[in-house]
Each structure stands twice: as C-alpha cells, then as structure tokens.
C-alpha cells in the first residue's frame, strides 16, 4: 500500500486502473478530461490492460459502456455536467438493461449560464435514473467508492450502473495524501465480473431490453429497477463492512462526524462538506453540540440510517449544493419525506442553499446557520429557506449589470 | 496550518510551483492540499494555486482567504483586479515578488504593513519566454521562508514532480530552485502558521434575501454584437509572433485559417496580425510553412516598439 498526493481525477483513474477494466468509452469535459487522459496514458505505456475509445459523444459514450457491459466485461468511463446531461436519455437506457458498470461524474453546474465550478444539479438530474450514486467528499474517497462501486453495481442483488461522483476543482483538480492499495488487494475485493445470464454477443443477435406493448410489463420491469436499486442500500453497508476490513478504512452510507451526543446537525453531501466539519470543530470549542451528516449514498437513499441519525435532535440545517427551481434544496426535501410521520422528528429542518457553481461558503457562514437554528429552536419558528448571499455579491453583480447596461447602449442594442 | 498562494500566468509554472511546494511538504510528513485555479484555461491568462499544509488532516477547502504567504511570480499580475494578488492580504501575510524593483518601492506602492520581499533569481529571467523555470525558483524560495522543508525535500520533490520532462529540464528547475532556496536563508522560517477563525468572535456575513428581479434584468442575455472586441486579450500574450514580410510567400490564408481566434486579416493579400486580440498561442508560427513567422518575447518586442516610437517621436 503506497500512500502519495493524488488528485480526485487521478484517484478515479487509480480506481478503474485496480478494478482491472476491460473497456473505457470516453469523451473529455472539463474538468473530468485528467481522468482519461490517466487512463490513456497507462495503456499506452502497457501498465494497464484494456481498450480506451474516445466516442463522438457522451449519448454515445453511455451507449458504448451500457453495450459493453452487456457483454459481460467490466466498463469504467466517466464525465461531468453539459456531458452527464447529453447522455441522459442512454443514463435512463442502460439502467433499464440492467447493465453493471462505473460512471465517474466530476461535477459541475449548468448551463444557462455557464460555468466550470462545481454544483450537484448534473448529479441530480440522474437521479431518477436507475443509477445509484455515491457522493465523495475527499481524494481517496474517490478511489476507494470506485471500487466499492463495482462490488454494487455487479451484485446479483442489484445488476444496476452505478456513478461515483466527485466534486469540479474541490476534488477533481486538489491533490490529497491518497492511499493506493495494493493491485492484488484489490483485485480480490473487487472479484471477478461473472456476467451470468449478461451474454450479448455481436456475432450472435439477441434482443436486451425488449420492448413491451403495455403499462402491466412495463411497470414490472420500471419496479423490479427500483427493488434491485433499494437492495443497494442493505448490500452497501455488507460492502462497505468488507471493505474496511480489507483497507482499514471505513465508508458509511451516512457520514456522522461529532454526530452522537449533537443536538444540532448540518447535513449535506460532496467535498464542501468538509468545510462543514471544520465548522463543527470550531463550534465544539465554543461548547456547542453540534455535528455534521453527510450522505454519502444517494440513491438508493439509506432511508433507516437517515432516520436513526436524524431521531431525536433539536434542530437541523440542510445545506443544498443544488437547487430544484420552484422547490428548493433537493436533499431538504428528501430529508423531509424520510421524516414525515415520525414521533421523533427534529422541529427544526431548515434549508440553506449554498455553494452554487463553486461559490465558497465560508466559515463564519457555517456559524450563522448553527445560529439561525439554534434561534429557531427558541422561537419556535423554522427560518425561510435562504440562498447564502452576501450584500458584497449583489453589489458586484449590479456593477456588471451597470456596465453591461452601458456597453448595450454604447453599440446601439438598446435605446439610451 | 499553513497557507500559500501563488500567483502567475497560465504557463509559467504555478501549478507545478503548488505542487513542488506540496510534494516537499509532504515528503516533510505534513498533511497537505494543493490545487490550481483557472477559468477555461488559456496561456498568459492571471491564474493561481494554492497549498494547504498541516499536521492534522485538512477539513479546509477552496480559495485561500487569508494567506500567510503569497508568492506573486509575474509583477505586472499586482495591479490587475481580476488577479485578486491582494485579495484576503493581512499584516500577518508575507508577499514575496519577482521583481526587478525594490521592495521598498512595492512597500510604499501596496501601503502594506506586512513583510515584501522580492525573489533575487529575477535578474536571470531576462524574457519572459525563460518564466517557466520561474514555478521552480518561486516553490524554493517559498520553501526556505516557510522554514521546515530541508534543501533534500525540495530537491526531492522536483526530481518527483518533473522526471517526465527529461534530465535537462529537471536540472533547471534544481538549479533556480535552489539558488533561491539559499536566497532566502536570511528570512529563513519568516513565514508563520495562520490561526483558524473561531466560533465565539468573528465577522457575521452580510447575508440578504435576494430581491426578485424580472427578466428584463435578470436574463443572462448580451444582444450586441462584438462586445468580445472590447475585451483586449491580446494583454494575455507573452509571446508575440512577428511576420517576416521578406520571407512571407503572401499564401495568406494557413495563418489566418490555422489562427485559433481570427486575428489574423488579410489586407491587401498580406495577412496582417491583430495584436489587441492576439493571445500569443504561436500556432501560426508552427504552421506557417515558409517559417516566415517568428516568436519574440512580449517583453522585448514591447520595447522594440517604444524604442521606435521614441525614434518617430525624435524624428518629428
């Protein structure tokens, strides 16, 4: 086992390198493009086995890795945003055949407008797609849910894709102390991909995924999807048990970091989480019993985790990496659902949305939302869902609207 | 922990400064985080990096607020806004600059009440074109400041981080890097730790509800033509391709077709570079087949040109 600085894109690569691939369809986004050009160059250099094809798109790339796993071999790709949505009608496809292998998702927000910096709407827009989903929140997670990854996405249990997504520049681009295991180590976690009853052949044409006249069929085939994908959840736990065995190194579905004797939580998911615990670090000197949860498997969503971990608080903060426009933060609304009904609900489920494409969210931010729902639980009143936003920003982006106002008039678009 | 943050232009090495820096770092058993930070990235565009460094695993992340030093290899970066050279600058932050003025002079330019220095190795790195060994030299001096990476470490990290590039380049990057290693033996450890932002005392954000606007003004829209014009890229450029019109065979159109950002025109059946719009990616100087387009130094070139206008001014 060798530990050394790997980026999150250099991690992912190390994972699909020591799941030993057999086939890699790829096309390059930023900021995902370290990833395969990694990958390239192995197998250019002859360190790793296995066929790289860059495709056309990312539609085709999701085509090409769906076909390919439905030969029975073992398929890694992986790419971001405008990317993941391009391929969303095959993310839907592929799920639907049933077809095991490992997307990598650097994420990043979208477009319009557009930027590179990292929020979790690309993500979550595949989430009802059969896919399941692992968000990281540091380098060696990266590598480490690569390979536990496998082990979901192969399980008879499941037979679904699954995406390992890491966060744009947080991760993708931040190198981080990263222990690489031993290839042999894991190789036998990992096991062999036994395809079983997963024959597609070209020279031998055989239908998969059919197509079905009628809602009776379809509707049982859409379930069984969605019973396999609640399967993860209890299978994830086994994986992650066996894991650390091996590795020595533990990866919950749920992270509950000082979460114990915690009257407050914040929870929320990806690298920015991490500032978050930096938060409760500083707010436990202060005295305050306060910690962090962070799902780190969202689909399927670990529903009796959340709820045992949630049971019993005094108020908590869900902090939104993403925003479902009409409705807010996707996670609080999630949150809200595995609560509702229950005896032991905390009062207090406030929803802050923060960190949209990249936008730093500072610590002095983490102590204010610990005292907004700490205010709540006095008055009794939950706090309205608030975007983190400073008068600082605004006054900067009505300076840009100021100038943008006066070069339109200047080039005569717009009357004076 | 430890905060560093260096600043330069795409393609002069601060990327691979970071990660020197980093490498070293851990090689001394820290914890550490390094990681560039750049938009789409272009050659010659205001980028920086960043290295985190500690004893205890890291939970910070992303831009560095408040740095405790901050290592600016190209000074003409200082005075550029969008830079953010100066952004989270305390009394508490060192700044090192490579630079051939004095340090009282960017004392008394920045008004700033923390220690300057500036990074001796400059004198060698005549042109611009010679930056990129700059990264190295910036990540030796910055080590030596710190204090706690040894001679061994830094020569270590760059044999890591540069051994793809071949032995020549390699020892380059050792040499600058160590000369400024031993430059700054006199402010040996001058560099110390930030604090971490308590819970108890600090700045509350000026957090406000977002009014509605309509659309009318929210609408991320630009309806003009040619706003890109106004934009001035050529500024990115430190290299600048110059046609040789004795060489020049007037085909006219590999240059301007090859010309990734169109700026090259063609008058009169001579192509004709824009440089207010040139960003200098030399692709016209690889294609052109009669050679007949050459690469010269911004620097050089820059003063090339005021010596001449001097010249016309004389002359009239």
Redesign the interface.
Same mark, same amino acid.
């Given at each position: 086992m060798k530990r050394t600085?790997l980026?999150g894109n250099g991690a992912a690569a190390w994972g699909a390198r020591l799941a030993a691939v057999d086939y890699i369809p790829a096309f390059p986004i930023?900021p995902q493009t370290e990833i395969i050009e990694t990958l390239a160059d192995w197998i250019d250099t002859g360190e790793i086995s296995g066929r790289l094809v860059t495709m056309e798109s990312e539609h085709s790339m999701v085509t090409a890795a769906g076909s390919a796993a439905a030969t029975g071999v073992r398929v890694f790709s992986a790419t971001s945003s405008q990317g993941l949505l391009y391929a969303m009608e095959m993310l839907y496809t592929v799920s639907g055949w049933r077809a095991p292998f490992v997307l990598a998702n650097v994420s990043r927000g979208l477009s319009?407008?557009i930027t590179?910096e990292p929020d979790h709407n690309d993500i979550l827009a595949a989430r009802d797609s059969g896919f399941l989903q692992i968000h990281c929140a540091s380098c060696q997670e990266v590598l480490d849910s690569t390979l536990m990854a496998y082990r979901l996405a192969e399980d008879e249990r499941i037979r679904l894709p699954v995406i390992v997504n890491l966060d744009g520049?947080?991760l993708s681009?931040?190198?981080?102390?990263v222990q690489i295991p031993d290839a042999d180590a894991a190789r036998q976690f990992v096991g062999s991909f036994d395809a079983e009853n997963i024959r597609f052949r070209a020279s031998a044409p055989e239908s998969q995924a059919v197509a079905v006249l009628g809602g009776g069929p379809y509707s049982y085939f859409r379930y069984e999807t969605h019973l396999a994908a609640i399967n993860g959840a209890a299978v994830y736990d086994e994986i992650a048990e066996e894991f650390s065995r091996c590795f020595g190194r533990k990866h919950d579905a749920v992270e509950a970091y000082r979460a114990d004797d915690a009257d407050y939580l914040f929870v929320m998911m990806g690298?920015?989480a991490?500032?978050a615990? =930096?938060?409760v670090?500083?707010?436990r000197?202060?005295g305050?019993a306060i910690g962090l949860l962070r799902p780190r498997l969202l689909r399927p969503l670990p529903v009796v985790h959340l709820q045992k971990l949630l049971a019993k608080r005094k108020a908590v903060a869900v902090i939104d990496q993403n925003i479902s426009m009409g409705m807010g933060g996707i996670l609080h609304s999630e949150l809200a659902s595995v609560l509702y009904g229950r005896n032991d609900a905390p009062t207090v489920l406030a929803s802050f949305i923060g960190g949209l494409g990249?936008r730093?969210i500072?610590?002095?931010?983490f102590?204010?939302m610990?005292q907004s729902i700490r205010q709540a639980v006095e008055t009794g009143q939950t706090p309205a869902p608030?975007?983190?936003?400073?008068?600082?920003e605004?006054r900067e982006v009505r300076k840009l609207?100021a100038i943008?106002q006066v =070069?339109?008039q200047q080039?005569?678009?717009i009357d004076d | 922990m430890y905060r560093i943050r260096f600043h330069g232009r795409g393609g002069q090495g601060m990327k691979t400064a970071s990660r020197i820096l980093g490498t070293a770092f851990f090689l001394e058993g820290y914890e550490v985080q390094d990681a560039p930070r750049y938009g789409a990235e272009r050659r010659g565009a205001p980028i920086f990096a960043y290295v985190r460094a500690d004893r205890a695993p890291i939970n910070e992340r992303g831009i560095i607020r408040h740095p405790d030093l901050v290592i600016v290899a190209d000074d003409s970066l200082v005075p550029v806004p969008a830079a953010g050279v100066l952004a989270g600058i305390t009394d508490h932050s060192l700044m090192l600059i490579n630079s051939a003025e004095k340090e009282q002079v960017w004392k008394q330019r920045l008004n700033h009440s923390g220690t300057i220095l500036t990074l001796p190795v400059a004198a060698d790195v005549t042109e611009r074109a010679e930056l990129p060994y700059v990264g190295a030299a910036c990540a030796g001096a910055a080590a030596r400041l710190i204090g706690v990476i040894s001679e061994a470490a830094l020569e270590q990290a760059i044999k890591d981080e540069l051994s793809d590039l071949g032995a020549d380049i390699v020892n380059k990057n050792l040499h600058n890097a160590v000369a400024a290693y031993q430059a700054m033996a006199s402010h040996a450890g001058l560099v110390k730790e930030g604090s971490l932002v308590s819970a108890v005392d600090y700045e509350a954000p000026d957090w406000i509800d977002l009014p509605f606007d309509d659309a009318r003004i929210s609408a991320p829209t630009i309806h003009a033509a040619a706003t890109s014009v106004l934009v001035k890229t050529g500024l990115w450029r430190t290299q600048r391709p110059v046609i040789d019109f004795d060489h020049c065979k007037g085909c006219w159109w590999i240059c301007s077709s090859y010309c990734p950002d169109g700026a090259i025109n063609v008058v009169d059946a001579k192509p004709v570079i824009d440089y207010d719009h040139c960003k200098g990616c030399m692709v016209c100087v690889a294609q052109c087949p009669s050679h007949a387009i050459e690469a010269i130094p911004e620097k050089q070139a820059k003063a090339d040109e005021d010596a001449t206008q001097l010249e016309i001014g004389e002359i009239t």
């Open positions: 600085l980026t930023t319009a407008p590179l520049f947080y681009f931040t190198r981080e102390p690298s920015f991490s500032k615990r =930096e938060a670090d500083r707010l000197e202060d305050w990249g730093d500072s610590t002095e931010e102590f204010e610990a608030r975007l983190l936003y400073t008068q600082t605004l609207q943008a =070069e339109r080039l005569g678009a | -």
